[in-house]
């Protein structure tokens, strides 16, 4: 069974950094193209970014790139969203997910998905 488990979420100042990780087996992060969701209370859940495992291609949603990164760790058992330069609006429960296809695409949709860690900016 796939588990995935996200950290890191918690309260920072706008124009501050939080990491979130996502912790899962290695067999997992190799199966799947990895990718970070979140959902602003009130909204739908939206897409954030994405990792091809193999070749560490990436993808981001327009309105977070440039201050967010996805990565991969060298142990191979996380994938790190790095996010710089937060605003009020990035407020939202962060998700990991394994996804079924790259670049993501709703129609492919995500196979599994983490239990969401908070992140709160406040203004």
């Known amino acids: 069974q796939v588990q995935l488990v996200e950290s890191g979420g918690g309260l920072v100042q706008a124009g501050g950094s939080l990491r979130l990780s996502c912790a899962a087996s290695k067999q997992t992060f190799r199966a799947y193209p990895m990718g970070w969701f979140r959902q602003a209370p009130g909204k739908e859940r939206e897409f954030v970014a994405a990792?091809?495992?193999?070749?560490?291609?990436?993808d981001y949603a327009d309105s977070i790139k440039g201050r967010f990164a996805i990565s991969r760790g060298s142990a191979e058992n996380f994938v790190y969203l790095q996010m710089n330069n937060l605003r009020p609006e990035d407020t939202a429960v962060y998700y990991c997910?394994?996804?079924?296809?790259?670049?993501?695409?709703?129609?492919?949709?995500?196979?599994?998905w983490g239990k969401g860690t908070l992140v709160t900016v406040s203004s």
């Open positions: 997910a394994a996804l079924n296809t790259f670049p993501y695409d709703s129609r492919g949709g995500v196979a599994y």
């Open positions: 990792l091809t495992w193999s070749s560490g291609i990436t």
